[in-house]
């Protein structure tokens, strides 16, 4: 058995402390804050917003309160709104103690790969760029192999490049794995996931 | 001296050709409607657009696009966007594509009269090293232009990399509230790129949901100085602000919680 | 007959058009404000203020509410406080149209001596480099000589510089001189003033 | 997750030998005097003060000098205050003298993660070229050491120097308000370098007239988010607010106006 999407989620939750300010990414990283009830985590959305909340009930949405998805969103309690410059001072700065992140390949030196699948269709970065360079610690999420088989835990990145050195913990469906500059160590391992592939067990041991 | 405009018409009508507008907005939240409506109308063309993302097909921006006025496009993003990706793939318009934070503070500093900054955002990337397409031959599907690599230096053992501000002529923004005078406060996260693009524009043009005498808005509670704004139009409270992803949620079952500090 | 200090002050303000936004130096600077009624000019404050006001009535000073010399002050209808970063992007930016300010030196070429009176001894350049670099156009306010008679209007500047080709026009008690490059052009003579000194006379010409 | 502080000794008391510290205020409006008092009674000594300027001989800052504890000075301006020009003129402190523009920058790119950015501001001045006098030799009268030159390039034509960032290890904040995770109001012009100084260090430490709940300042009206504050020392309404100098008007004349735009 592999971990469901929002068991990753849940994993993701569980590396948290209180008291931290959290970015959480696109995709799997959204479904985090389901599992943020009553802890003191305060949610930053970098088009300016301090103290997300979830999503409006019906009849509340405010076309003005929205998350970095575009989604019609809600505040908790001590938020803040602020411009893109001071938002992404914050994250650049070193203020976001966790930005929990969707990846497309992670290396064992923590090289993040999320912002295009190849060089020649792209779309912009966003804020992917500057989340990954400026956050204290970059949590990866993703499914350890693509749709195709391909392993996404890497000894280096073929896609382009979002940050070096970025990443120092990958929650995958298989299990958790911390960068550890020449290989990853798995810190733990879903229940019920038969023995690693080779190629993958390699990348747990020192050298290339 | 009052900044107030006769109309969003009137308030752009010296915008001619060729001019580079900074567009305030994330997707749909705080873009202004009005003003880029009366841009449409008013014929101007070969436009440099600055604009963080350029929202969906829907979009106010995209209309622009589709009737041909746009030239180049700088912006963070340029997905949820078929029409831009077209047009960008198909070599109709140049792209530059820049990191979100690193076009906030570029237009920032734009308007701040710091010509220069090195970020640690990008390094090692195809930002710092060049090669991002920014034009694509007509129809070939081939890059026919790449950015340029940046100028990377050392500071106390970390790289970072040099980025240049960013002016412009004209800026197109959204507030919720000016005074007589040009200053405001915005709304929510309908802030966003608002402030900045006013910033590090020559003239910048405001929409605004109401207006209050000068003194109406008490001196702690400007989000930006009026000396940042040249016009103000006043959409006398018939504002239109779209949502571009509808999500709610059930009620919270009895004893649920929820988070924050 | 020279302009005493406040017909100087009178002067400069006959110099700023309707709608700007000014920020007015310490010393004979401040005393243009008091020719600024009825004039729809906004007063900037480096320490944060746009639409400075004058003195408070007594018993309605604040500790809160200082001009940057300072000073109690007061703010006009439509006024707004910010922080510094903010106050020093209007300046730098180019958002202030005309800054006006006191003087030691201001050579042919527009550069301007008013920072500290000896390389020796130096109190600190405060907001003044800014501010000559910053605002629009810099109007500089002065007696045409110093104190010891020595000529304030000079081909080069002996004290150190605050900035750089920053003058456009002198407002002195004999007149007013608009910088040219390489020669000052009387514009205007103060009322009963006797033909000017020689040396002052030859800066009015171009070349060394 | 409250961020109150017990008192403002507590909130110092981690504030160690050698540190350095930025101060908010401009002279003595909007400066933290509960906490630079608290910082005289923990007896930590050898900083490295950063602060505008000095305020004038009765400021708390000068009382900081006066009992030997401050090792260099970062600031605008020491003027007004014998104290600090005699200790700088006669070697006992080391002062780096900034614009005041480019100090505010420093502070503020510190805090958002930029290293180092071009200013115009000081081209073809002492500050470009070097030789402001750093530190004077020990009742010599004469400068030890000088400020370094900056590097200077030109962008379109026109010639800017670089300047390095500013971070604090701790900042020493005033506001008006705050709620219990730390978002800030400030008063007025006491604003000033506060937000600045806090964004810069790593913990930020503020002063304020009262404390309200989390979402007691509605989030439109927060002035600096709480995220860059880590302890907030409440002043119960007994706040300290010395007017530097006072200046008053005689009652308006008759038909007397005022300015304004």
């Not at chain 1, 930005?99 to 269709?121: E, F, H, K, P």
């Not at chain 1, 792209?122 to 088989?149: F, N, P, Q, W, Y």
């Not at chain 2, 746009?70 to 820049?98: H, M, P, Q, W």
């Not at chain 2, 340029?148 to 919720?176: C, I």
Request: proline content about 5%; aromatic content about 4%; charged content about 20%.
């Amino acid at each position: 058995m592999t971990w469901s999407r929002d068991e990753m989620a849940a994993r993701a939750a569980a590396e948290l402390t209180d008291g931290q300010h959290v970015n959480l990414g696109i995709g799997i990283p959204t479904l985090i804050t389901g599992h943020l009830r009553d802890r003191a985590i305060m949610l930053h959305s970098e088009n300016g917003i301090m103290g997300l909340g979830g999503y409006p009930l019906p009849g509340d949405e405010d076309a003005d309160i929205i998350n970095a998805g575009k989604e019609t969103a809600t505040t908790v309690a001590g938020s803040s709104f602020f411009d893109s410059a001071m938002s992404f001072a914050m994250i650049r700065g070193g203020h976001i103690e966790v930005a929990i992140l969707g990846a497309m390949q992670v290396s064992v030196a923590g090289d993040l790969a999320n912002w295009t699948d190849d060089g020649a269709r792209v779309k912009g970065m966003g804020g992917a760029m500057d989340l990954s360079v400026g956050a204290k610690k970059v949590i990866a999420v993703m499914t350890h192999r693509t749709r195709e088989g391909q392993l996404k835990l890497v000894r280096e990145c073929s896609l382009p490049i979002t940050a070096r050195a970025a990443v120092s913990t990958v929650i995958t469906d298989i299990g958790v794995f911390d960068v550890r500059e020449d290989h990853f160590r798995l810190r733990e391992i879903a229940p019920g996931v038969p023995a690693l592939d080779p190629e993958l067990s390699r990348m747990l041991r020192p050298g290339r | 001296m009052s900044k107030i405009a006769e109309s969003a018409g009137a308030a752009v009508a010296d915008i001619t050709d060729g001019r580079t507008i900074a567009i305030g907005g994330f997707g749909l939240c705080g873009t202004p409607s009005a003003l880029i409506e009366a841009l449409l109308q008013s014929g101007a063309t070969d436009l440099h657009i600055i604009t963080n993302n350029c929202g969906p097909d829907s979009s106010d921006v995209t209309r622009l696009l589709r009737a041909g006025r746009v030239r180049r496009v700088s912006a963070s993003y340029i997905g949820d966007n078929s029409e831009f990706l077209n047009s960008y793939l198909g070599g109709a318009i140049t792209v530059d594509l820049i990191p979100q934070g690193t076009l906030a503070e570029k237009l920032r500093s734009g308007g701040a009269g710091i010509p220069a900054f090195y970020t640690p955002t990008g390094v090692g990337t195809a930002v710092a090293q060049g090669g991002i397409p920014v034009r694509y031959g007509s129809g070939s599907g081939f890059a026919a232009e790449y950015s340029a690599p940046r100028h990377v230096a050392e500071f106390d053992g970390r790289e970072y990399l040099l980025e240049r501000s960013l002016t412009a002529d004209f800026a197109l923004v959204r507030a919720e509230t000016a005074d007589t005078i040009g200053n405001l406060r915005f709304r929510g996260a309908a802030r966003n790129f608002n402030p900045l693009c006013a910033m590090a524009a020559r003239v910048a043009i405001v929409e605004v949901q109401e207006v209050v005498e000068a003194g109406g808005i008490p001196p702690d509670d400007v989000h930006l100085p009026g000396v940042f704004i040249s016009r103000v139009v006043d959409l006398g409270g018939r504002m239109r602000k779209p949502i571009e992803r509808l999500r709610t949620t059930d009620p919270v079952p009895a004893g649920g919680g929820s988070h924050g500090l």
